[in-house]
């Protein structure tokens, strides 16, 4: 009997290797396909975090600027003279989209004006709204469907592992034992993408209000001294 045991060991020499990598290529093609695509999430996730963390900062810097040089300029037309041909700034579009309609209509009456020169500064707002928050989707999507992935690929592995119990006709845990940490790893790696993903989303979702919030401030205050 000892030897029998001695025999099963030998045999699981390879299984006993519990390393990601060896994890990965123990798994069958289920368990690997959901591996690959929550890794690729992972890495896309943390790819717009960093993406949308330098942007907020870029943007949230630029728009303090942005007001202390537009209260301190002689008039709205020199200072949108003074801004850059080519800018990538929400705030400096949306003033320069509302600059371009008021030139527009200098010879109209100044509610007219105000009306249209209103309607762009929301369609303007809109627009650069868009584009910030673009993606935030793709993160919202990954925090919320990732761990039940993972829990998927987590249920295919454990169903092999029996499977294998079931054929073999050995309920010896080092049998079981390698299945069952492939299937583990998979929901592992779930909750590893969707955690940094539903934070990085929270985050960025209140960023984007709290940016747009003074932008529709600035916005009444532009529209009242026109």
Do not use: H
Not at 26 to 54: E, G, H, N, P
Not at 105 to 133: G, P, Y
Not at 169 to 196: D, K, M, Q, W, Y
Request: glycine content about 4%; charged content about 20%.
């Amino acid at each position: 009997m000892e030897q029998d045991i001695a025999t099963q060991v030998v045999g699981l020499g390879g299984a006993t290797d519990f390393s990601l990598w060896k994890l990965f290529l123990r798994a069958d093609f289920v368990v690997k396909f959901v591996i690959i695509l929550l890794i690729a999430s992972s890495i896309f996730s943390w790819a717009l975090i960093f993406d949308k963390f330098k942007l907020f900062k870029n943007i949230n810097k630029s728009i303090i600027d942005f007001e202390k040089k537009f209260w301190k300029a002689k008039s709205a037309e020199s200072f949108n003279n003074s801004l850059p041909v080519n800018s990538n700034d929400p705030a400096t579009l949306i003033f320069k989209a509302a600059m371009g309609e008021l030139v527009k209509t200098k010879r109209q009456s100044s509610a007219i004006q105000a009306a249209r020169v209103e309607r762009i500064l929301e369609i303007a707002t809109d627009n650069e709204m868009k584009k910030v928050e673009k993606n935030f989707t793709f993160l919202a999507t990954v925090g919320s469907t990732a761990p039940f992935i993972g829990l998927f690929g987590t249920v295919w592995g454990i169903m092999n592992s029996f499977q294998s119990i079931a054929i073999s006709r050995n309920t010896s845990l080092a049998i079981v034992a390698p299945g069952i940490a492939e299937a583990l790893f998979a929901t592992a790696l779930g909750l590893l993408a969707a955690i940094p993903a539903v934070v990085a989303y929270n985050k960025f979702n209140s960023d984007s209000q709290k940016y747009f919030s003074r932008i529709e401030n600035f916005s009444k205050r532009f529209l009242s001294i026109i």
